[in-house]
């Protein structure tokens, strides 16, 4: 059994949303784990194979500007944008939330973090339940992917 099958795992939006609620400095990671990313301890950059100083993660506070709307739906955003991750990564790509210090941008604009520390796996199921929580919104939304040449 690994370090990374202790974590507890969220399996509802709702949770996910009550996490985003209760704690500030959350990310969410797309990779195969927490044992496999603190194992080197930084991402690299796909377009030019440069190590980055840090793990490369999404930031799932709240922004000031999104006021008394539901954190639900802001949850749902964070992982749809990425949730074409899996498919474009192989297997054993998925989501896990995690706290540390930023310590620069990726090329993406994302935060990469160090100091990780994991907090909890993301279920397939939650993924699911932020599609549909998007698709439910007045306009259409899909995720943040790039297409190749």
């Known amino acids: 059994?690994?370090?990374?099958?202790?974590?507890?795992?969220?399996?509802?939006l709702a949770e996910l949303a009550g996490l985003v609620e209760r704690h500030r400095g959350l990310y969410v990671r797309w990779s195969r784990g927490?044992?496999?990313d603190l194992a080197k301890a930084s991402s690299t950059d796909e377009l030019t194979g440069v190590p980055m100083p840090g793990l490369s993660a999404n930031p799932l506070d709240v922004e000031g500007w999104w006021a008394a709307r539901?954190?639900?739906v802001w949850a749902a955003?964070?992982?749809h944008?990425?949730?074409h991750l899996p498919h474009d990564k192989g297997p054993g790509v998925r989501p896990w939330v995690l706290t540390g210090r930023e310590t620069g941008r990726g090329p993406d604009n994302e935060p990469l973090?160090?100091?990780v520390r994991p907090m909890c796996w993301v279920a397939p199921g939650v993924i699911d339940e932020a599609r549909s929580e998007v698709e439910r919104q007045e306009?259409?939304?899909?995720p943040l992917r790039r297409t190749g040449p």
Do not use: H, I
Not at 2 to 11: E, H, K, T, W, Y
Not at 139 to 142: F, L
């Open 139 to 142: 306009r259409p939304w899909g």
């Open 70 to 72: 539901p954190v639900r």
């Open 1 to 12: 059994m690994s370090a990374s099958d202790d974590l507890p795992v969220v399996r509802t």
């Open 77 to 79: 955003r964070r992982l």
């Open 81 to 83: 944008d990425y949730a």
């Open 34 to 36: 927490p044992e496999t």
């Open 113 to 115: 973090v160090t100091d």
